[in-house]
């Protein structure tokens, strides 16, 4: 089976999401699609990369993901295919591939630099074609013209000390949970046997729960997600309207000796 | 064939409903996956179980439904998997699978009671394993411990007498027609060689069409919709917002001798 | 393989889109579904001509494509089926089906003519029944009774000289750019060696790009798209709401000998 998962910035409400559906569909009738979100905000290279992230490994490996998300880039951005932890990714080079794993790529080409088209809906008339040669077993290196690297873009890092880590909302979900970029891992390794607080806004805490539903109706829940990301919630209620935070709003944890 | 439908309150911008769907064909490539929605409000039971009770019986019996809404649900709330009118359900107890059917179940089993793990994320983590071996074919008996009945809540009912019924509003849809629980066959028993008067808000009227457009354009229609159910709307208009009418307002139909 | 396409006026928070899918999937589970889009606005029949007309070509000769937008019609719209550019259309006789080619119909049918149903929801009662036998490759002559011509509605036609081209917006896509009905290939004609300014709202510009990002960010752009048609936006911005525009606004193009 050959799948290709499609990300983009289009929306739902144009002919952009069926037209690269049926390019793919028309070379290779056998592929199965699937929709990772249409929904990301135009060109918001963080929200896609944060979603292909927490996502990507969740398929097969050897699953081509196809990414038409800020796709015009700037002036001189390249069209590229990389292969990286057994997974194939097509798209612009903007700076989002850079986002989504600390793994170097294993291979990385540049599309359309030999028999170029001009097009501007290159989701369509590039992607689709280089994602339906992936999923059907053609080798990456036949695609195009080998390149050095990619776009790298600097992504904001947790500071991580013995007293304290420092760390930030990187996604605000649709409905109003707060993901930080502090992983499970860091804070397990620095808070052996300490106290802490958890701060964020003008709210402090000294607990993180297992369960969201540890928490009572209402109230603030502290949480390591299924990503092994500390998340802020209010249980079932909206934490973004109602703490009044946002995307890359700070959240620190202090410990005491 | 098997079929695993997916009713979520995920939404569609984040990285949740990809990675259900992607555990899923990672465990059986062969399963068809079909969404039924993901844009139901969060954790709001009612308009879930509406939808779901409105098509589960259109999918072929032996489909597999896993309902992700307000999947956290309360402390206490088991996960389970049901038989139904000999379809299958997977989610949280809590009380969402008491709305859907007024039918007995044929089996319940309590999931993740033996070999249990601890999730935040149960849809991908307890649902999805569970969707998939039951359209695998594995017996449902199998996959945990059986449990005698699952949480019922009350829902609203319909007050019928030879001189009114009372009904309420149960689903505001996307255009903004109003479905209420007055039922086609209470309606028809009650109203035999009567005169009735339909009356909601400030409004009263005297005739139910059969079809939609036997209204003209921006005028009010009754009809006993698709469902059987009583239904209320303004011809190319939305009736909810024009009528000042909402979930739970009050409908009556008044009848003379 | 055989493709239904499905495009709607239903939203994605209701049981309509499931119910259409899962009556189509009963009847023949080997048809392959894809959604076009179900964000048409309710109603909007130029919205999704529009979509429709810019993508079916995309998909396969002998795609089927249901469609449920306005379905309701006004009193006296049939239900028909037609073969258009080797392509088959299921749905209303509101007059969408005018407004998506230029071409002749091949044949044409008026479904629900004989053993007429009442049903207030067609896509599901007929329009689902109609595109499966069509994708199951049933004769399109089978369906019904044969009608002389469907419904043409007037479009917006582009006026055309020497001197000037005057066309109309006639989509703002999800991100806010304009799209108009001028084609390149009515602008190469009149323009052969010719200076023109392109003037809308308060705004003029002499030159037409090739790529959406010869333009700076936050820089209005104007380029022939990937249909060929005139398209106005602002790069990395919501070229509607900051010009100003809409649905229907005039755009020029003045020729200079």
Same mark, same amino acid.
């Given at each position: 089976m050959s799948i290709v998962t499609l990300l983009t910035d289009s929306g739902e409400s144009d002919h952009y999401v069926a037209a690269i559906k049926a390019r793919i569909i028309s070379i290779n009738p056998g592929i199965r699609l699937e929709d990772i979100s249409h929904k990301i905000k135009p060109a918001d290279i963080a929200h896609a990369a944060f979603v292909l992230r927490a996502v990507f490994r969740d398929f097969p490996k050897g699953t081509v993901h196809l990414v038409g998300v800020d796709s015009t880039g700037n002036r001189g951005d390249a069209y590229i295919?990389?292969?990286?932890?057994?997974?194939?990714? =097509?798209?612009?080079?903007?700076? %989002?591939?850079?986002? *989504? /794993?600390?793994?170097?790529?294993?291979? &990385?080409?540049?599309?359309?630099?030999?028999?170029?088209?001009?097009?501007?809906?290159?989701?369509?008339?590039?992607?689709?074609?280089?994602?339906?040669?992936?999923?059907?077993?053609?080798?990456?290196?036949?695609?195009?013209?080998?390149?050095?690297?990619?776009?790298?873009?600097?992504?904001?890092?947790?500071?991580?000390?013995?007293?304290?880590?420092?760390?930030?909302?990187?996604? =605000?979900?649709?409905?109003?949970? %707060?993901?930080?970029? *502090? /992983?499970?891992?860091?804070?397990?390794? &620095?808070?052996?046997?300490?106290?802490?607080?958890?701060?964020?806004?003008?709210?402090?805490?000294?607990?993180?729960?297992?369960?969201?539903?540890?928490?009572?109706?209402?109230?603030?829940?502290?949480?390591?997600n299924s990503l092994n990301l500390l998340e802020i919630g209010i249980f079932k209620g909206n934490a973004s309207e109602l703490l009044g935070l946002g995307y890359d709003s700070t959240v620190n944890i202090i410990f005491e000796e």
């Open positions: 295919a990389l292969q990286m932890e057994d997974h194939f990714f =097509v798209g612009c080079d903007n700076g %989002l591939f850079g986002l *989504i /794993s600390d793994k170097a790529q294993q291979q &990385l080409i540049e599309l359309n630099a030999i028999n170029s088209i001009s097009t501007t809906f290159p989701e369509r008339d590039v992607f689709a074609h280089a994602a339906c040669k992936l999923a059907s077993g053609v080798s990456i290196t036949n695609l195009g013209k080998p390149m050095p690297q990619f776009r790298k873009m600097i992504d904001r890092q947790v500071k991580a000390t013995k007293k304290q880590i420092t760390g930030n909302i990187i996604r =605000v979900d649709s409905i109003g949970n %707060l993901i930080t970029n *502090i /992983s499970k891992e860091t804070f397990e390794i &620095l808070s052996k046997g300490k106290v802490y607080t958890v701060q964020f806004g003008g709210e402090k805490f000294r607990r993180i729960y297992t369960q969201y539903n540890q928490a009572d109706q209402g109230d603030c829940f502290i949480v390591f």
